[in-house]
């Protein structure tokens, strides 16, 4: 018998290992089968050079839960270990930069997994006894028995074991005995070795007999020892791809295309990615691409290892130049990790611009599901909005398809302002601002839908990145201001007519939550509307971006401004303004008497004070301008007072404000009872 301690410098090697290398304790499982594959692998490799000259026989790794005696073991058939092996080994812990491992990397310990052979010493993190029965491959080989309780110290006995290969039997600790359930080792055996390059067996297949499940005799293999990724996509059928993508998520939808990942330089990749059929909720699909290496489960969280746009796709990536405890430090300084990052996306760019060439109709009819990928990477990453530009589509509300320079041609002789800059128009909702869009293809313009959830994030950047190019919604504006091609048409009714004009329809508008109203007076011509609600494109774009931006927050806490436009030359606003001259002249006139002497009054006096220094004004004379002033403000109180008291009698402006507001859903509840209501008088 052997004795001894492990060949650290500290005594405390098994609560590190507990508390740094592994945030996880389920990875045990993971390490100790990809030494059992790697043991077989390794036999493999000496058959094939000719050093291994036996029967290779049933080389699948097995593993075994016995609850009575709360063991778990993993059986290999591989090249096993001689003493001396278990001493260089085990022993010394890859014996080799471990010496002083807790103060180099006791702050990043992860970084040291996979370089020092340190995997083994995750049995420790469920174990309070480790044994190793193993027989290494070499004629007339000693099987031995390597044990040890979590402490520094070990013993190494000669056994009997008439094969060769390595039993690993883990004494799990009493708060581990999850893993000796058979759903759990299952779970643990698809989430971390479902694709490992050796076949691995966990209990037998079962079949349903007697009214139960019942094991057979036949192995259950938990693996595919070669997956997808592993062959030559020549050698692959796209059927062969959909069933691959249905094995890794068995819910999904069929994906709309798929990118077959092989490169062995500058680095060793390889690989497939699919894109999903998804329209919204992005973050929801995150995680769903799966890292292996050499067929080893790594993690789910790929962040930095894809560009963070591609971590919306599917599918699986391996590489062995990415070790197999990853840490976000590593990935972030790792040069390897950069340029895989770069050939991803070059590789989806290319495959998204050859199918766009060589299939357009394909490319066209799958943009909806595939622009949110596309928005996402042009926002995200720079060299990516330069390769994408020229296979991004548009989508107008007819459900034409154009790329962005096709679109330019088809607008750029009729949608081009007095200042040269092309104007893009756009809806959000056809339903909603159907009459929108009708009064602007009524001029010949042509209105882009966007609806994405992404849309309007790349409408700033395609502002940036298009050469005079505006993007403005059809209900920003009235349409003749949408697009202005000359000086606008002067307002033919008076400055008084203007302000009770307004003042009619300010005063019935009626109070909705978080929307503020501005009414403004156009000469738009007698067959445009007689009044239309319009939207601030600055201000519903900043609201838009709030929900993006965190530091944009504020706006979206504003209330929403719109702009009531009045057609003065419309007949049924000329016809409001000939009712409210008949039935408030009388009562008006004494008072806009009153206010233009106040005003002029008012006028003298500031213009006196003016010629005063500041101190030399008499508090008298300030209170003289001051209650010339409130007078003022008084007459006017009582002329709109007039105004809204005729105006709340006007069916006219009643139906033409709800008219307004309806057209844009914006009324609803009494207010829309209230409409329905008077349209019926008015009919009758």
Known sequence: MQKGNIGVTTENIFPVIK??????????????????????QKLKTLAERGEFKGDLGDLTVRIQADADKGTLTISDRGIGMTAEEIDKYINQIAFSGVTDFLDKYKDNANAIIGHFGLGFYSAFMVSKKVEIVTRSYQDDA??????????PAYEIDETDKSDRGSDIILYLSDDCKEFLEKQRIQELLNKYCKFMSVPIAFGKKTEWKDGKQVDTEEDNIINDSEPMWTKAPSSLTDEDYKTFYRKLYPMQDEPLFWIHLNVDFPFNLTGILYFPR??????LQRNKIQLYCNQVFVTDQVEGIVPEFLTLLHGVIDSPDIPLNVSRSYLQSDANVKKISTYITKKVADRLNSIFKDNRKEYEDKWDDLKIFIHYGMLSQEDFYDRAKDFTLVKDTEGKRYTLEEYRTLIKDN??????????????????????????????????????????PLVGLLEQKLEKSRFTRVDADIIERLIVKEDQKENTLTE???????????????????????????????????????QSEYMRRMKDMSRYQSGMAFYGQMPDSYSMVLNSDHPLIQRVLDEEATQCADSLKPILADIKGLEARLAVLRQEQGKKKAEEVTQEEKDDVSNTQKSIDEQ????????????????????????????????????????????????K
């Open 142 to 151: 000693q099987a031995v028995k390597w044990s040890c309780d979590g402490s």
């Open 415 to 456: 949608q081009t302002d007095k200042d040269d800059t092309l104007v893009y128009l756009y809806a959000s909702n056809i339903e909603d601002q159907y009459t929108y869009i009708e009064a602007a293809k009524e001029k010949g313009y042509n209105v882009l839908l966007l609806d994405g959830d992404l849309d309007m």
């Open 19 to 40: 508390k740094f290398l592994y945030s996880d304790h389920e990875i045990f499982l993971r390490e100790m089968v990809s030494n059992a594959v790697d043991a077989t």
């Open 278 to 283: 998804i329209k919204s909720n992005i973050d």
């Open 496 to 534: 008084a007519q203007t302000d009770q004009l307004s003042q009619a329809f300010r005063s019935q508008i009626p109070t909705i939550e978080k929307a503020n109203f501005y009414v403004e007076v156009q000469s738009l011509g007698a067959e445009s509307q007689p009044v239309l609600i319009t």
């Open 636 to 683: 006017k109180e009582k002329k709109n007072q007039i105004i809204a008291d005729y105006a709340k009698g006007s069916d006219v402006i009643h139906q033409l404000i709800d008219l307004a507001l309806l057209q844009n859903g914006m009324l609803k509840g009494a207010g829309l009872a209230a409409f329905l209501k008077r349209s019926v008088d008015l009919i």
